[in-house]
């Protein structure tokens, strides 16, 4: 399968633990995403990188919150002292430079803060 | 700002019969319209785009979605159903300052039954 990957599927932590999760984006595009979805809503935009640039960050990303893209390929979100509310689905997508609007969505990782 | 609304939280339709999911939009400038679907325990999947050009928009698994500027409306529609038919869908839009940036709606949950 060569589609956007997600690493854990799920991942269940105690408050105040820090978490990461991985992110294999379709090997030839550029571009990443990081989205979170919360039971009965639509997904809603973290952040993006262009190759190893993040380009924009959300609002709800707070401090505690940190996505990197090392070498441009896969990319890591970090929650450091997780808390309740931080429960959710966190979904990676990725597209290419031209096709930006086609963002092609990884499974999820679902967080689930205790 | 941006912003799409799905006013239907479950639709329900009987297998072969007709299907409309609706989605409202409120853009500024040039409407970036989109449909995801998205299926229990997998990633979202994109079924089809507006960006301009015929109001009818053809998309994956025999969708269709119909642009409606006076009514500001992108309603998804299916001909004749079918129970694999049966996932939560979301309207989108491009963001109107971030073109990388997609806003969800809420989800409109379609049930087909047999």
């Known amino acids: 399968d060569t589609g956007v990957s997600q690493d854990p599927r799920h991942k269940i932590t105690k408050r105040g633990q820090n978490v990461t999760f991985r992110c294999d984006p379709i090997?030839?595009?550029?571009?990443l995403y990081w989205y979170r979805q919360t039971l009965g809503q639509g997904p809603e935009f973290l952040t993006y990188?262009?190759?190893?640039?993040?380009?924009?960050k959300s609002r709800l990303l707070s401090d505690r919150f940190s996505a990197e893209r090392p070498k441009g390929s896969f990319s890591t979100l970090e929650i450091q002292r997780t808390e309740q509310g931080d429960s959710a689905m966190y979904l990676c997508a990725s597209s290419t430079d031209r096709a930006y609007n086609e963002q092609f969505f990884g499974p999820g990782t679902r967080l689930t803060v205790l | 700002a941006q912003s799409v609304a799905q006013p239907e939280d479950q639709v329900n339709v009987a297998e072969g019969n007709p299907l409309t999911v609706k989605c409202t939009y409120s853009?500024?400038?040039?409407?970036?319209l989109f449909w995801y679907v998205q299926y229990p325990n997998r990633g979202l999947q994109f079924l089809l785009k507006?960006?301009?050009?015929?109001?009818l928009v053809k998309g994956s698994y025999g969708f269709e979605a119909e642009f409606n500027k006076s009514q500001t409306s992108f309603h998804l529609k299916k001909p004749s159903a079918l129970v694999s038919d049966s996932a939560l869908y979301f309207c989108?839009?491009?963001?109107?300052?971030?073109?990388?940036?997609?806003?969800f709606g809420s989800g409109t949950r379609l049930s087909i039954r047999p």
């Open positions: 989108a839009v491009r963001d109107g300052y971030s073109a990388s940036k997609i806003i």
């Open positions: 990188f262009q190759n190893e640039a993040q380009l924009e």
């Open positions: 507006y960006i301009t050009g015929d109001n």
């Open positions: 853009v500024s400038g040039n409407p970036y």
């Open positions: 090997s030839e595009h550029n571009r």
